[in-house]
Protein backbone atom coordinates (compact mmCIF):
# COMPACT_ATOMS: atom_id res chain seq x y z
CA UNK A 1 0.00 0.00 0.00
CA UNK A 2 0.84 3.55 -0.50
CA UNK A 3 2.00 5.52 2.83
CA UNK A 4 -0.16 8.25 2.10
CA UNK A 5 -1.36 9.71 5.49
CA UNK A 6 -5.30 8.50 6.45
CA UNK A 7 -6.47 11.93 7.45
CA UNK A 8 -8.99 10.66 9.42
CA UNK A 9 -6.68 9.06 11.54
CA UNK A 10 -6.09 12.99 13.07
CA UNK A 11 -8.23 15.05 15.66
CA UNK A 12 -8.18 18.55 14.59
CA UNK A 13 -5.27 19.69 16.64
CA UNK A 14 -3.03 17.16 14.45
CA UNK A 15 -4.88 18.18 11.26
CA UNK A 16 -3.93 21.30 11.78
CA UNK A 17 -0.39 20.70 12.71
CA UNK A 18 -0.02 18.42 9.26
CA UNK A 19 -1.45 21.37 7.67
CA UNK A 20 0.96 23.88 8.98
CA UNK A 21 3.39 21.07 7.95
CA UNK A 22 2.84 21.69 4.80
CA UNK A 23 3.36 25.46 5.18
CA UNK A 24 -0.05 26.10 4.82
CA UNK A 25 -2.25 28.87 7.03
CA UNK A 26 -4.50 27.81 9.44
CA UNK A 27 -7.65 28.50 7.99
CA UNK A 28 -6.85 25.84 5.99
CA UNK A 29 -7.04 23.14 8.45
CA UNK A 30 -10.55 24.65 8.71
CA UNK A 31 -11.58 24.53 5.32
CA UNK A 32 -10.29 20.84 4.99
CA UNK A 33 -11.59 19.38 8.43
CA UNK A 34 -15.15 21.06 7.26
CA UNK A 35 -14.91 19.64 3.70
CA UNK A 36 -14.69 16.37 5.75
CA UNK A 37 -16.95 16.14 8.44
CA UNK A 38 -19.24 18.96 7.84
CA UNK A 39 -19.99 18.39 3.63
CA UNK A 40 -18.76 14.68 3.77
CA UNK A 41 -16.51 15.39 0.61
CA UNK A 42 -14.02 13.25 0.24
CA UNK A 43 -11.82 13.39 -2.94
CA UNK A 44 -9.62 16.46 -2.82
CA UNK A 45 -10.36 17.64 -6.14
CA UNK A 46 -14.23 18.75 -5.56
CA UNK A 47 -12.56 21.03 -2.57
CA UNK A 48 -13.95 24.13 -4.39
CA UNK A 49 -12.51 26.61 -2.35
CA UNK A 50 -8.64 25.16 -2.29
CA UNK A 51 -6.51 26.26 -4.86
CA UNK A 52 -6.00 23.28 -7.85
CA UNK A 53 -2.22 22.89 -6.35
CA UNK A 54 -2.96 22.08 -2.85
CA UNK A 55 -5.96 19.59 -4.12
CA UNK A 56 -3.34 17.93 -6.42
CA UNK A 57 -0.78 18.02 -3.63
CA UNK A 58 -2.71 16.64 -1.19
CA UNK A 59 -4.47 13.84 -3.09
CA UNK A 60 -0.78 12.69 -3.35
CA UNK A 61 0.11 12.64 -0.19
CA UNK A 62 -3.39 11.95 1.68
CA UNK A 63 -6.11 9.91 1.80
CA UNK A 64 -9.62 10.54 3.87
CA UNK A 65 -11.98 7.48 2.77
CA UNK A 66 -10.13 4.07 3.54
CA UNK A 67 -12.87 2.01 3.26
CA UNK A 68 -13.72 0.26 -0.11
CA UNK A 69 -17.82 -1.45 -0.49
CA UNK A 70 -17.05 -4.74 -1.35
CA UNK A 71 -20.73 -6.19 -0.85
CA UNK A 72 -24.30 -4.67 0.46
CA UNK A 73 -26.96 -6.68 1.61
CA UNK A 74 -30.45 -4.79 2.57
CA UNK A 75 -32.95 -6.58 4.87
CA UNK A 76 -36.33 -7.48 3.38
CA UNK A 77 -38.16 -4.65 5.37
CA UNK A 78 -35.48 -2.33 3.94
CA UNK A 79 -34.34 -0.83 7.61
CA UNK A 80 -31.15 -2.76 7.90
CA UNK A 81 -28.43 -2.35 5.52
CA UNK A 82 -25.01 -4.21 5.98
CA UNK A 83 -22.33 -3.35 4.07
CA UNK A 84 -18.83 -5.58 3.92
CA UNK A 85 -16.11 -3.27 3.95
CA UNK A 86 -12.19 -3.92 2.47
CA UNK A 87 -9.83 -1.75 4.56
CA UNK A 88 -5.84 -0.82 2.57
CA UNK A 89 -4.34 -4.45 3.88
CA UNK A 90 -7.19 -6.13 2.12
CA UNK A 91 -8.79 -7.20 5.79
CA UNK A 92 -12.39 -7.05 5.79
CA UNK A 93 -14.98 -5.72 8.12
CA UNK A 94 -18.67 -5.56 8.62
CA UNK A 95 -20.72 -2.49 9.33
CA UNK A 96 -24.44 -1.73 9.14
CA UNK A 97 -26.59 1.15 9.28
CA UNK A 98 -30.22 0.55 11.06
CA UNK A 99 -33.46 3.05 10.88
CA UNK A 100 -35.65 3.56 13.25
CA UNK A 101 -38.38 6.00 13.75
CA UNK A 102 -36.67 9.45 13.98
CA UNK A 103 -33.17 7.68 14.17
CA UNK A 104 -30.45 6.95 11.66
CA UNK A 105 -27.93 4.41 14.05
CA UNK A 106 -24.52 3.32 12.57
CA UNK A 107 -23.22 -0.04 14.40
CA UNK A 108 -19.44 0.31 13.93
CA UNK A 109 -16.86 -2.23 13.98
CA UNK A 110 -13.49 -1.69 16.10
CA UNK A 111 -11.17 -4.47 15.52
CA UNK A 112 -11.06 -7.12 12.44
CA UNK A 113 -12.30 -10.28 14.69
CA UNK A 114 -12.44 -10.27 18.53
CA UNK A 115 -9.69 -12.08 20.91
CA UNK A 116 -12.59 -12.51 23.69
CA UNK A 117 -14.19 -15.71 21.92
CA UNK A 118 -17.57 -15.63 23.59
CA UNK A 119 -18.89 -19.16 22.38
CA UNK A 120 -21.90 -17.68 21.10
CA UNK A 121 -20.56 -14.98 18.90
CA UNK A 122 -19.58 -15.26 15.10
CA UNK A 123 -17.35 -13.04 15.29
CA UNK A 124 -15.59 -14.70 18.51
CA UNK A 125 -15.33 -17.71 16.64
CA UNK A 126 -13.40 -16.01 14.29
CA UNK A 127 -10.37 -15.03 15.87
CA UNK A 128 -8.48 -11.88 16.00
CA UNK A 129 -6.33 -10.21 13.49
CA UNK A 130 -5.73 -6.70 14.28
CA UNK A 131 -6.91 -3.27 16.07
CA UNK A 132 -8.80 -0.74 13.73
CA UNK A 133 -7.10 2.59 13.73
CA UNK A 134 -9.36 5.60 14.55
CA UNK A 135 -9.44 6.62 11.03
CA UNK A 136 -10.70 3.11 10.08
CA UNK A 137 -13.82 3.49 12.59
CA UNK A 138 -14.89 7.04 11.78
CA UNK A 139 -14.87 6.24 8.07
CA UNK A 140 -17.23 3.44 8.64
CA UNK A 141 -19.49 6.54 10.19
CA UNK A 142 -18.55 8.53 7.08
CA UNK A 143 -19.74 6.10 4.90
CA UNK A 144 -23.27 5.68 5.73
CA UNK A 145 -23.20 9.48 6.59
CA UNK A 146 -22.60 10.27 2.86
CA UNK A 147 -25.29 7.92 2.19
CA UNK A 148 -27.59 9.40 4.19
CA UNK A 149 -26.63 13.14 3.11
CA UNK A 150 -27.43 12.08 -0.70
CA UNK A 151 -31.14 11.16 0.85
CA UNK A 152 -31.08 14.32 2.47
CA UNK A 153 -30.61 13.05 6.28
CA UNK A 154 -28.18 12.20 8.85
CA UNK A 155 -26.90 9.95 11.41
CA UNK A 156 -28.67 10.34 15.11
CA UNK A 157 -26.59 7.91 16.69
CA UNK A 158 -23.33 5.91 16.35
CA UNK A 159 -23.21 2.22 18.28
CA UNK A 160 -20.04 0.79 19.04
CA UNK A 161 -21.52 -2.88 19.01
CA UNK A 162 -20.37 -4.34 15.53
CA UNK A 163 -16.97 -6.57 15.44
CA UNK A 164 -14.27 -6.74 18.24
CA UNK A 165 -13.96 -5.27 21.59
CA UNK A 166 -14.14 -1.54 21.60
CA UNK A 167 -12.82 -1.63 24.92
CA UNK A 168 -9.58 -3.59 23.86
CA UNK A 169 -8.97 -1.10 21.32
CA UNK A 170 -9.51 1.89 23.45
CA UNK A 171 -7.25 4.37 21.99
CA UNK A 172 -8.65 4.58 18.80
CA UNK A 173 -12.21 3.75 19.89
CA UNK A 174 -12.28 7.14 22.11
CA UNK A 175 -10.17 8.49 19.13
CA UNK A 176 -12.86 8.16 16.75
CA UNK A 177 -15.73 9.55 19.08
CA UNK A 178 -13.66 12.76 19.45
CA UNK A 179 -13.14 13.33 16.05
CA UNK A 180 -16.99 12.50 15.40
CA UNK A 181 -18.16 14.75 18.37
CA UNK A 182 -15.66 18.37 17.28
CA UNK A 183 -18.13 20.84 16.74
CA UNK A 184 -16.00 21.89 13.88
CA UNK A 185 -16.86 19.13 11.61
CA UNK A 186 -19.26 15.97 12.59
CA UNK A 187 -20.77 17.76 15.82
CA UNK A 188 -22.28 14.35 16.98
CA UNK A 189 -23.27 15.13 20.45
CA UNK A 190 -21.76 12.53 23.55
CA UNK A 191 -25.00 11.27 23.98
CA UNK A 192 -25.90 9.39 20.83
CA UNK A 193 -22.48 7.46 21.19
CA UNK A 194 -22.86 3.95 22.55
CA UNK A 195 -20.20 1.62 23.59
CA UNK A 196 -20.37 -1.74 24.06
CA UNK A 197 -18.32 -3.63 26.09
CA UNK A 198 -18.07 -7.78 27.12
CA UNK A 199 -16.99 -6.05 30.48
CA UNK A 200 -13.14 -4.76 30.50
CA UNK A 201 -13.24 -3.13 33.87
CA UNK A 202 -10.03 -1.25 33.87
CA UNK A 203 -11.80 0.26 30.43
CA UNK A 204 -15.01 1.30 31.87
CA UNK A 205 -13.29 3.11 34.70
CA UNK A 206 -11.00 4.74 32.32
CA UNK A 207 -14.79 5.84 30.47
CA UNK A 208 -15.76 7.58 33.40
CA UNK A 209 -13.20 9.61 33.70
CA UNK A 210 -12.87 11.15 29.71
CA UNK A 211 -15.73 13.55 30.61
CA UNK A 212 -18.01 12.25 27.96
CA UNK A 213 -20.98 11.11 28.55
CA UNK A 214 -21.14 8.61 26.05
CA UNK A 215 -23.53 5.63 26.62
CA UNK A 216 -22.33 2.58 27.83
CA UNK A 217 -23.64 -0.91 27.36
CA UNK A 218 -22.60 -4.01 29.22
CA UNK A 219 -22.66 -7.58 27.78
CA UNK A 220 -23.88 -9.40 30.43
CA UNK A 221 -25.67 -12.91 29.48
CA UNK A 222 -25.72 -14.27 33.15
CA UNK A 223 -26.11 -13.31 36.45
CA UNK A 224 -23.75 -15.56 38.53
CA UNK A 225 -19.68 -16.57 37.79
CA UNK A 226 -20.21 -19.98 37.04
CA UNK A 227 -22.41 -19.16 34.27
CA UNK A 228 -20.89 -16.39 33.36
CA UNK A 229 -17.50 -18.20 32.56
CA UNK A 230 -18.84 -20.05 30.49
CA UNK A 231 -21.02 -18.03 28.29
CA UNK A 232 -17.98 -14.80 28.81
CA UNK A 233 -14.45 -16.43 29.00
CA UNK A 234 -13.37 -13.11 30.07
CA UNK A 235 -15.50 -12.78 33.16
CA UNK A 236 -12.75 -15.07 34.96
CA UNK A 237 -10.64 -12.29 34.96
CA UNK A 238 -12.94 -9.74 35.98
CA UNK A 239 -15.76 -11.26 37.77
CA UNK A 240 -19.29 -9.99 38.33
CA UNK A 241 -18.93 -8.04 41.62
CA UNK A 242 -15.74 -6.30 40.04
CA UNK A 243 -17.84 -5.72 36.81
CA UNK A 244 -20.65 -4.11 38.92
CA UNK A 245 -18.74 -2.11 40.92
CA UNK A 246 -17.07 -0.36 37.80
CA UNK A 247 -20.45 0.13 36.77
CA UNK A 248 -21.56 1.95 39.54
CA UNK A 249 -18.49 4.36 39.61
CA UNK A 250 -19.70 4.53 35.65
CA UNK A 251 -23.17 5.66 36.86
CA UNK A 252 -21.86 8.19 39.44
CA UNK A 253 -19.48 10.25 37.28
CA UNK A 254 -21.55 10.04 34.20
CA UNK A 255 -25.02 10.46 35.81
CA UNK A 256 -26.02 8.09 32.52
CA UNK A 257 -28.17 5.19 32.92
CA UNK A 258 -26.07 2.05 31.90
CA UNK A 259 -27.58 -0.97 29.57
CA UNK A 260 -26.97 -4.49 29.94
CA UNK A 261 -27.33 -6.33 27.03
CA UNK A 262 -29.00 -10.40 28.06
CA UNK A 263 -29.19 -12.56 24.85
CA UNK A 264 -31.81 -15.38 25.49
CA UNK A 265 -30.52 -18.65 25.40
CA UNK A 266 -33.02 -21.49 25.60
CA UNK A 267 -32.45 -23.58 28.56
CA UNK A 268 -29.32 -21.92 29.71
CA UNK A 269 -30.05 -18.40 30.79
CA UNK A 270 -33.70 -17.93 30.41
CA UNK A 271 -35.72 -19.58 33.39
CA UNK A 272 -37.47 -17.16 35.97
CA UNK A 273 -34.85 -18.05 38.66
CA UNK A 274 -31.65 -16.18 36.67
CA UNK A 275 -34.15 -13.59 36.07
CA UNK A 276 -34.50 -12.89 39.88
CA UNK A 277 -30.66 -13.70 40.78
CA UNK A 278 -30.46 -10.82 37.40
CA UNK A 279 -32.47 -8.41 39.57
CA UNK A 280 -30.70 -9.42 42.87
CA UNK A 281 -27.26 -8.33 41.28
CA UNK A 282 -28.85 -5.28 39.15
CA UNK A 283 -30.68 -3.42 42.35
CA UNK A 284 -30.08 -0.27 43.04
CA UNK A 285 -28.01 0.45 39.96
CA UNK A 286 -29.21 3.47 37.39
CA UNK A 287 -29.54 0.37 34.28
CA UNK A 288 -31.75 -1.12 31.53
CA UNK A 289 -31.82 -4.45 30.51
CA UNK A 290 -32.17 -5.01 26.88
CA UNK A 291 -33.39 -8.77 26.42
CA UNK A 292 -32.15 -10.22 22.98
CA UNK A 293 -33.49 -13.57 21.69
CA UNK A 294 -29.95 -15.31 20.51
CA UNK A 295 -29.42 -15.01 17.17
CA UNK A 296 -28.20 -18.18 15.72
CA UNK A 297 -24.82 -18.27 14.22
CA UNK A 298 -23.42 -21.64 12.39
CA UNK A 299 -20.53 -22.37 14.92
CA UNK A 300 -22.83 -22.85 18.28
CA UNK A 301 -25.53 -25.41 18.88
CA UNK A 302 -27.05 -22.44 21.33
CA UNK A 303 -31.02 -21.45 20.40
CA UNK A 304 -32.75 -18.50 20.91
CA UNK A 305 -35.37 -18.87 24.02
CA UNK A 306 -39.02 -19.14 22.49
CA UNK A 307 -41.01 -16.02 23.26
CA UNK A 308 -43.20 -17.49 26.11
CA UNK A 309 -39.87 -17.81 27.81
CA UNK A 310 -38.85 -13.96 26.93
CA UNK A 311 -42.23 -12.90 28.06
CA UNK A 312 -41.66 -14.92 31.82
CA UNK A 313 -38.36 -13.35 32.34
CA UNK A 314 -39.57 -10.03 31.56
CA UNK A 315 -42.29 -10.10 33.76
CA UNK A 316 -40.15 -11.77 36.48
CA UNK A 317 -37.62 -8.17 36.16
CA UNK A 318 -40.60 -6.81 35.87
CA UNK A 319 -42.24 -7.92 39.31
CA UNK A 320 -38.42 -7.41 40.98
CA UNK A 321 -38.72 -3.53 39.54
CA UNK A 322 -36.18 -3.91 36.53
CA UNK A 323 -36.86 -2.47 33.49
CA UNK A 324 -35.90 -4.26 30.36
CA UNK A 325 -36.97 -3.85 27.18
CA UNK A 326 -37.45 -7.17 24.33
CA UNK A 327 -35.27 -6.33 21.28
CA UNK A 328 -36.57 -6.32 18.43
CA UNK A 329 -34.19 -9.18 16.07
CA UNK A 330 -33.07 -6.76 13.05
CA UNK A 331 -31.07 -7.54 10.07
CA UNK A 332 -31.54 -11.63 10.88
CA UNK A 333 -32.31 -12.67 7.61
CA UNK A 334 -28.93 -10.79 6.42
CA UNK A 335 -26.82 -12.09 9.04
CA UNK A 336 -26.36 -8.47 10.57
CA UNK A 337 -27.54 -9.11 13.91
CA UNK A 338 -25.59 -8.79 17.20
CA UNK A 339 -22.75 -11.54 16.86
CA UNK A 340 -23.34 -12.33 13.27
CA UNK A 341 -20.97 -9.87 11.82
CA UNK A 342 -17.83 -11.67 10.35
CA UNK A 343 -14.93 -10.52 8.22
CA UNK A 344 -15.54 -12.99 5.01
CA UNK A 345 -17.79 -12.75 1.89
CA UNK A 346 -20.68 -15.37 2.78
CA UNK A 347 -21.58 -17.73 -0.69
CA UNK A 348 -24.28 -17.11 -1.74
CA UNK A 349 -26.96 -20.09 -0.60
N1 LIG B 1 -17.56 -6.91 22.08
C1 LIG B 1 -18.61 -6.06 22.48
C2 LIG B 1 -19.34 -5.40 21.34
C3 LIG B 1 -19.65 -6.25 20.13
S1 LIG B 1 -20.82 -7.53 20.37
C4 LIG B 1 -19.57 -6.80 23.39
O1 LIG B 1 -19.44 -8.01 23.48
O2 LIG B 1 -20.38 -6.14 24.02
C5 LIG B 1 -22.36 -6.66 20.39
C6 LIG B 1 -23.44 -7.34 21.18
O3 LIG B 1 -23.89 -8.53 20.51
C7 LIG B 1 -23.01 -7.79 22.56
O4 LIG B 1 -23.98 -7.46 23.50
C8 LIG B 1 -22.91 -9.28 22.39
O5 LIG B 1 -22.98 -9.97 23.60
C9 LIG B 1 -24.06 -9.55 21.48
N2 LIG B 1 -24.04 -10.84 20.82
C10 LIG B 1 -22.98 -11.54 20.38
N3 LIG B 1 -23.38 -12.68 19.78
C11 LIG B 1 -24.73 -12.69 19.84
C12 LIG B 1 -25.73 -13.59 19.37
N4 LIG B 1 -25.40 -14.71 18.71
N5 LIG B 1 -27.03 -13.28 19.58
C13 LIG B 1 -27.36 -12.14 20.23
N6 LIG B 1 -26.47 -11.25 20.68
C14 LIG B 1 -25.17 -11.52 20.49
FE1 LIG C 1 -15.96 -10.37 21.21
FE2 LIG C 1 -18.25 -9.15 21.96
FE3 LIG C 1 -18.31 -11.31 20.34
FE4 LIG C 1 -17.61 -11.61 22.92
S1 LIG C 1 -19.61 -10.92 22.13
S2 LIG C 1 -16.56 -12.53 21.16
S3 LIG C 1 -16.49 -9.72 23.26
S4 LIG C 1 -17.42 -9.32 19.87
Given at each position: MSAKILLTDLPYEQLASWVAEQGEPSFRAQQLFAWIYHSLVFDFADMTNLPLGLRQKWSDLAIIQPLQPLETLTSADGLTTKVLLELPDGDTIESVLMHYEGRHTVCVSTQVGCALGCPFCATGQSGFKRNLSGGEIVGQVLYFARQLQEQGTAITNVV??????PLANYEATWQAIRILNDHRGFNLGARRFTISTVGLVPGIRRMAQEGLSVGLAVSLHAANNALRDRLVPINKRYPLAELLAACQEYVQRTGRRISFEYALIQGVNDDPGQARELAHLLRGLLCHVNLIPLNPTAECDYQPSTRERIMAFRRELNRMGIASTVRLGRGIDIQAGCGQLRSRQRKAA
Open positions: FMGMGE
